[in-house]
């Protein structure tokens, strides 16, 4: 018997195989992997933008990197502090001063009505990982030997950065187990086998714990930033294309084990007839993925850099361990519903009668399921993009209360104050080219050094909101025109806006690119030019109705005011990618099967013969994405809910009933200018 290079020929050679698998994974996970990259700056954005130019430029201040922790103290029935609760304030601000930068702390400020008091205190930003501790540390002290009533609250900058960072602690651990059950429940359903989902869970979970070392081990060689967000997605992306490259090879085996009697003949057959599929399936996914090496935003790269190798391991996974994992344990593996030599498969009734309703009527059925797609889209009316500060948490922490009471009291900017970033003999004209600017609330000097001198500017509307990005732009404008200044404004609302716009800058980059990837994958792939057109349409309706009522579940049921910045793009790019898959394994059994017959044949041969397994995957893509949701970050659960809603209708509506029917309608020409008949030369 002959030993193919891409399958598994002999009970030894998948020993063989498995064995050096082990052997190659052992050793990857006994590489030390190098100190992760660092971003320049915090926010990870070129220095050609205001923010991240002002942050370079402050570390020529004596204190660079600096940031105020605001220590907010409030009665928790909101009337004036009373003198003993002043008395208690002016000693707390006496204990956190040594926590401050140069062991000093602002002395008590109390709002005009007295109900809040304000402490301040300055905090370094340059080691991000001492930025937890330190708030946490104020945290305490802050909160400690209070009168019973007074309540403090620490926000600012470091503060946010600090709950936004313990939303990502032991989430890792929870989004694996949760993934890892979900994977298995679904497992366990599609095959009622008590057996046979233990193997691809296992090859999948190796597939992901593979994935987070070769991240770690190649990305400091090419100074890509992976940030926990990334991670998160990254891990889900992989349980999900491995599960379904995994269904689809286990669903073609199982066929072929009922017309051949040698279970390695029988996999080998299933790999040569499911290869083509899953490596142009992996191949769209990675290369759309690689296309936010374009982006500007440095966690964009850092994902596309982190996903595509996740598609790339999960591609080999499903072509190369699970065939050597199966094989070893033979028929039984599918116990109690073995398949036998000669049985009838009896997979795909189900959809074999849907496709021949579709078949009956193609054009009606075609135009009421793009009627059901453009009404879903409209829900998309008046979609807003953009969180504010305090919106991007599911579950609302101490930064934002404490923003929210500081702003009853204060100028809802003080907790994020705008920072000018000037020359020294520019200030005092900065300065009052500032106070002339709509929305400053007040603006004085700060720290100067060299050619280096720092404005102070609070705004009088909240961080992140339309208000606040309004200011920023007026007050860039504003300083542009000091001559001599060479002004630059950054700060976290500076920064946040340029963010937004940088999200703006790299949608505009990135779809594009993907839409030509995705057809040119399609046209190589069918050899044809129409059938691309139509299923890149489909897929593209698919993700405007996904919108559409994502953007409705997230207005009137879990009422959140806007979407994050960057999940537009994000959503966009894992529906397409993805949507694509399943039409990919609809489309090529179809050319296959089409070969002998004709086009409506092929297509309801394929619709047969897939649908249950496309079906199962979709599914599983789908809650393995709604997994995110665990997280409480609304951006995560905002990406999770698009793309499950999105896989969904790709595989229960577009894939099912759309395709077929545009197939049905087009006839031949639907593998334009190529044939697929019998009789063809193609």
Not at 175 to 187: E, Q
Not at 215 to 235: E, K, M, N, R
Not at 327 to 353: K, N, Q, T
Not at 445 to 454: E, H, K, L, T
Request: aromatic share 6%; hydrophobic share 55%.
């Amino acid at each position: 018997m002959k030993i193919s290079t891409a399958q598994v020929a002999s009970r030894r050679a998948a020993l063989l195989t498995l064995g050096v698998v082990v052997i190659l994974v052992g050793a990857i996970f006994a590489i030390h992997a190098p100190t992760p990259a660092t971003s320049a700056v915090s926010s990870g954005l070129p220095v050609a933008y205001q923010s991240a130019a002002a942050e370079l430029r402050q570390q020529a201040l004596p204190s660079p990197g600096v940031a105020p922790a605001i220590v907010v103290y409030s009665s928790s029935d909101g009337a004036s502090l009373s003198a003993a609760e002043r008395d208690a304030v002016n000693a707390r601000a006496q204990a956190l001063a040594p926590l401050g930068i140069g062991g000093e702390a602002s002395p008590p400020t109390y709002s005009a009505d007295g109900t809040v008091a304000v402490v301040a205190v300055p905090v370094s930003t340059i080691d991000a990982a001492k930025v937890g501790p330190s708030v946490t540390a104020i945290r305490a002290i802050a909160s400690a030997s209070l009168p019973v009533g007074l309540v403090a609250q620490v926000t600012g900058g470091p503060a946010f950065t600090t709950d936004l960072t313990k939303v990502f602690e032991g989430a890792d651990t929870t989004l694996l187990i949760a993934t890892a059950a979900v994977v298995a429940v679904l497992l366990l359903i599609t095959y009622r086998s008590p057996w046979l989902w233990l193997v691809p869970l296992f090859v999948v979970g190796i597939a992901e714990q593979v994935t987070t070392k070769v991240v770690a081990l190649v990305a400091p060689h090419f100074g890509i930033v992976i940030d926990p967000a990334s991670a998160g997605i990254t891990s889900v992306l992989v349980f999900g294309a491995a599960t379904d490259y995994a269904l689809l090879l286990i669903a073609r085996y199982r066929d072929q084990l009922r017309q051949q009697e040698s279970r390695f003949e029988a996999m080998r057959t299933a790999i040569r007839r499911t290869a083509e599929p899953i490596i142009a399936s992996a191949a769209t996914v990675a290369l759309s993925l690689l296309t936010l090496l374009f982006a500007q935003q440095e966690s964009l790269r850092g994902l596309g850099f982190s996903a595509a190798i996740g598609i790339v391991v999960a591609m080999l996974s499903g072509l190369v361990v699970l065939p050597a994992a199966m094989v070893i344990f033979g028929r039984r593996i599918f116990w109690p519903f073995v398949p036998r030599l000669g049985d009838a498969a009896r997979e795909g009734r189900v959809w074999g009668r849907v496709g021949t309703v579709v078949a009956r009527r193609p054009k009606g059925v075609g135009l009421a399921a793009a009627a059901v797609l453009v009404l879903l889209a409209l829900g998309g009316s008046g979609l807003s993009i953009g969180l504010s500060q305090n919106d991007q948490f599911r579950v609302k922490p101490e930064a934002v209360s404490g923003q929210e009471t500081l702003a009853r009291a204060f100028p809802a900017g003080a907790a994020s104050p705008a920072t000018i970033v000037t020359a020294p003999s520019s200030v005092a004209a900065v300065i009052a080219a500032v106070e002339s600017v709509p929305g400053v609330a007040t603006a004085k000097a700060g720290a100067s050094a060299g050619d280096v001198a720092q404005i102070d500017v609070v705004l009088t509307s909240s961080p992140g909101t339309e208000e606040s990005y309004a200011a920023i732009r007026a007050l860039r404008d504003a300083v542009a025109n000091v001559s001599g200044a060479d002004a630059v404004v950054g700060g976290e609302v500076a920064t946040r806006l340029d963010v937004k716009d940088v999200a703006v800058r790299d949608a505009r980059v990135v779809i594009p690119l993907v839409l030509l990837l995705v057809g040119g994958v399609l046209v190589l792939l069918l050899r044809s030019l129409l059938a691309p057109v139509l299923l890149v349409a489909t897929v593209l309706g698919t993700f405007f109705a996904a919108m559409g009522s994502s953007w409705w579940i997230f207005q009137n049921v879990l009422h959140y005011p806007a979407l994050d910045t960057g999940v537009l793009l994000l959503a966009f790019l894992f529906l397409v990618a993805l949507g694509v898959d399943y039409n990919i394994f609809l489309a090529t059994r179809a050319r296959e099967e089409a070969s002998g017959s004709d086009t409506r044949a092929g297509m309801l041969t394929a619709l047969r013969a897939t649908g249950g397994v496309i079906t199962s995957a979709g599914i599983l893509l789908a809650a393995v994405f709604s997994v995110l949701g665990v997280l409480p970050l609304i951006a995560l659960a905002q990406i999770g809910l698009i793309v499950c809603i999105g896989v969904l209708l790709d595989t229960l509506l577009v894939r099912t009933v759309l395709v077929p029917a545009l197939a049905f309608i087009v006839g031949e020409r639907f593998w334009w200018p190529g044939r697929v008949r019998a009789d063809s030369t193609d």
